[in-house]
């Protein structure tokens, strides 16, 4: 059984920082790309940001490029999302997520190939 658990989120102003954490348990960590998802209110949810399964590859959405950066610690289960010159826009619950496949860099930004997601950590940014 996988558990992810974020944390991190919080209340900022705009141009401010966050670092987002997801702790994972359960076996084979590291043989996965892990992803970071949003939700606004109203709004489908969102890819924001993939990392594989060595850390090696990444990949963002248009609207966080340059600002948010992910990152994995294997020997820790956990990954990161370090959020930069926050928007407004950026206001969302975020979610991490693990890919349903080991191995495999593939349709990283589609949420239907991940299978196991946390519960989620509000983030919003005022103006």
């Known amino acids: 059984q996988v558990q992810l658990v974020e944390s991190g989120g919080g209340l900022v102003q705009a141009g401010g920082s966050l670092r987002l954490s997801c702790a994972a348990s359960?076996?084979?960590?590291?043989?996965?790309?892990m992803g970071w998802f949003r939700q606004a209110p109203g709004k489908d949810r969102e890819f924001v940001s993939a990392i594989s399964w060595t850390g090696f590859s990444t990949q963002y959405a248009d609207s966080v490029r340059g600002r948010f950066t992910i990152s994995r610690d294997n020997a820790k289960n956990t990954v990161y999302l370090q959020m930069n010159s926050l928007k407004p826009e950026d206001t969302a619950v975020y979610y991490c997520?693990?890919?349903?496949?080991?191995?495999?860099?593939?349709?990283?930004?589609?949420?239907?190939?991940?299978?196991?997601w946390g519960q989620g950590t509000q983030v919003t940014v005022s103006s």
């Open positions: 359960g076996r084979s960590f590291s043989d996965y790309v």
């Open positions: 997520a693990r890919h349903s496949r080991r191995t495999r860099w593939s349709a990283v930004s589609s949420l239907n190939d991940y299978d196991y």
